[in-house]
């Protein structure tokens, strides 16, 4: 279950796929610092996304299979969906600006929960404890 309060932990070639995403050095280098925060609850289909980070604080709620729109704290904005995979969480999303395709998933593995993301070639993946 994905359910729970996940911390940031550690980030792996984040500053790279921040790069290819085209966010400026500054912004890379605050963003690798976030203290990225995420608050998840699963009611069948249904989300319930908290997120809160040194930039912003927000609530998010989709529905499996559901289009939903999402801006990124540099105000990118994506649109798509998040699928189940098995275990997995599948998210596919398009930028808004040129139409790229980014690509995430979320796993739990023992007591991390593991998102990874793609775009345009670059994989990088943020790792969360409970907490
Ligand atoms: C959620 O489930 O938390 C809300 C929807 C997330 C959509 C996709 C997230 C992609 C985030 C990419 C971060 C890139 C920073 C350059």
Redesign the pocket.
Known sequence: TFDGNWKIDRNDN?EK??EQ?G?NMVK?KL?AHDNLK?T?QQTGDK?H?K?SSSFRTLE?D?TLGVT?E?S???G?E?S?S?NMEGDM?K?I?NRKDNGKQ?T?T?IVQGDELI?S?N?EGVD?KRIFKRG
Request: hydrophobic share 60%.
């Open positions: 984040y796929f921040m995403m966010i890379r963003a995420i998840i989300f996304v997120e998010i989709f939903f999402y990124l704290a540099d990118t994506l798509g998040w969480l998210g999303f980014l995430t979320r998102q993301y775009y990088a």
